[in-house]
């Protein structure tokens, strides 16, 4: 498979030992496991409170697949779908899936038809997209996806600029090239959005004021959802945890 288009660092990323350590890193510290922990939270949230009953979900890029078992035991019907052969690889030995929902794509040039899917779900990827990219990968989740988006979304404000930039410092230090990609502000995501013909129908922010991830639920500028329906069955955040 020949991957083209848009060329970012962590296109060629997630490989090898990355890959297969990816999980134990993001598991190897109080800190990083609180976050992995708030995320699985806030998909919860908003999958129970905005995303329909018994829907058919891509998640791109899939990485290592965290996200799939929570969203099926949500009753969901998913996908993955990831540039990475290593990432997509460690996910039938996590969950005991088989490959046969996963496919390998770039989320440029998505191999689906028009309104494959319900919705798409993409986190921990649009940070790591050019800006001036960003709203090409969203006009491709929207074409995909008939309902809505739940999308990651990487916004810096005031607050919060001076961590992104000494983020930015240790990842040059430790990788002797910049991180690429890069964040919205408050004042540049209605243009984006815009952009890509999506509005934000909710948003949660991972950690309030001080975020720098806020987790949208993106729908077409012309469709209007009743969320209210997708309000029912509930699934402990403990089942998501299994696989660890």
């Keep these: 498979l020949t991957m083209s288009g848009t060329d970012y660092p962590a296109k060629q990323r997630y490989v090898g030992a990355i890959a297969s350590d990816y999980d134990r890193w993001r598991l190897s510290s109080p800190l990083r496991r609180y976050i992995w922990g708030r ?14 009953p018994n829907s058919t979900i891509l998640d791109a890029p899939t990485g290592t697949g965290r996200f799939v078992s929570l969203l099926r035991k949500l009753g969901h019907r998913v996908t993955g779908s990831d540039i990475s052969l290593d990432m997509l690889k460690v996910q039938p030995l996590r969950d005991g899936q088989s490959r046969g929902n996963l496919v390998r794509a770039d989320c440029e040039t998505l191999p689906f038809g028009d309104g494959a899917f319900d919705y798409v779900v993409s986190l921990r990827f649009l940070g790591h997209v050019p800006p001036p990219a960003r709203s090409k990968f969203l006009r491709e989740f929207k074409r995909v996806a008939s309902r809505g988006i739940i999308a990651g979304f990487p916004v810096v404000q005031s607050i919060t600029r001076l961590k992104f930039n000494l983020g930015n410092v240790r990842y040059q230090l430790t ?13 540049s995501l ?16 991972l950690f309030g004021p001080f975020s720098q991830i806020i987790f949208l639920h993106l729908t077409r500028e012309d469709h209007c959802i009743d969320p209210a329906g997708a309000v029912g069955r509930r699934v402990s955040i403990a089942t998501a945890y299994r696989f660890l």
Excluded at 175 to 187: E, F, L, S, W
Excluded at 192 to 205: T, W
């Design 39 to 52: 995320e699985f939270r806030l998909l919860e949230k908003i999958a129970r409170e905005q995303i329909m």
């Design 175 to 187: 990788n002797g090239k910049p991180r690429g990609g890069g964040p919205a502000t408050p004042q």
């Design 190 to 205: 209605p243009g984006e959005l815009e952009s890509a013909g999506l509005k934000i129908a909710h948003q949660l922010k």
